[in-house]
């Protein structure tokens, strides 16, 4: 557990005889990013409040920062800091003092307190802003400051509930980036997002929530193998050995007009490595291979299909993630 910033098992919680949460299990290495993804109502949120202390669950342990979520939860809180779906930014002050209220809140001295104001503004870019009313923020400044004041207290974890709703694309890549530094000083994120392309680049694990449990959870790469339709692109420039490639490989599809075979596959290392032996001994060299694995698109509307008999789970043993092969 020593290595884990969030370690949760069996969480429960339910209103009146609405279950939000059935279950749950959560692993979070230090220093990593897990992204909660699943749809409204899903219990994201729920989570959230949970593991940050501000509800209590009905059922299950956690350890949040190597501290009991049940016995400790002040502990807790001193390890964390917490950026909510909706802005804590007070509009009618300052961005600078939105900045030292939560220094004051945190017990800094006053000297402490103006030292790490102005090194969090400049760190987010908004020194120039500092001095105007944050209410007239754009929508991306705001989210900024809102993360700037969660660091006032320096925490090891950081909660991050759909922090670039509503952002335009440049603030949402510029949120993205803040991110990832805040990663690699050695932070851990927890991020709910309904956006799939920002799970894709930010975390390094996926957990699906559906009616209140957790549908799959693993890599990028290994929940896009979960979804039938992978497979290996061939294109060959010699007629003659796409010729000699398509006796070779029977399963493949074939497209005369391109020079091009689709071999079905999960896009693993061993898929890849048997198929490439295959060409080997047959003596056929591709002029081009490709690995495509569905999006996490495909694997969202999948887990999250309440209609479908059955959900995919991710294999037991992680593999490592196959990038395209070209």
Known sequence: MTDLAIAANGLRKSYGDKTVLDGIDL????????ALLGPNGAGKTTTVNILSTLITADGGQAHVGGHDLTT?????????????????VDGLITGEENMLLMADLHHLTKTEGRRTTAALLQRFDLTDAAKKPASTYSGGMKRRLDIAMT?????????????????????RHTMWQIIRDLVTTGTTVLLTTQYLEEADQLADRIAV??????????TPDELKRLIPGGHVRLRFTD???????????????????????????????????TLLDHLDTAHIEADELTVHTPDLDDVFFALTDNSAPNTP??????????ENAR
Do not use: C, K, M
């Open 239 to 273: 007629p003659a050995t796409y010729r000699t490639a398509t006796l070779a490989l029977p399963d493949a599809t074939h497209d005369d007009q391109s020079l091009t075979l689709r071999h079905p596959g999960d896009g693993s290392q061993r898929h890849l490595r």
């Open 313 to 322: 789970t991710v294999p037991s043993q992680s593999s490592h993630s196959q």
């Open 209 to 218: 929530l559906n009616n209140g449990t957790i549908a799959a959870h693993g």
């Open 151 to 171: 660091l006032v207290g320096n925490p090891s974890i950081i909660f991050l509930d759909e922090p670039t709703t509503g952002l335009d694309p440049r603030s």
């Open 72 to 88: 400790h939860p002040q502990d807790v809180r001193a390890t964390i800091g917490v950026t909510g779906q909706f802005s804590a």
């Open 27 to 34: 692993a979070v290495p230090r220093g990593t990013v897990l």
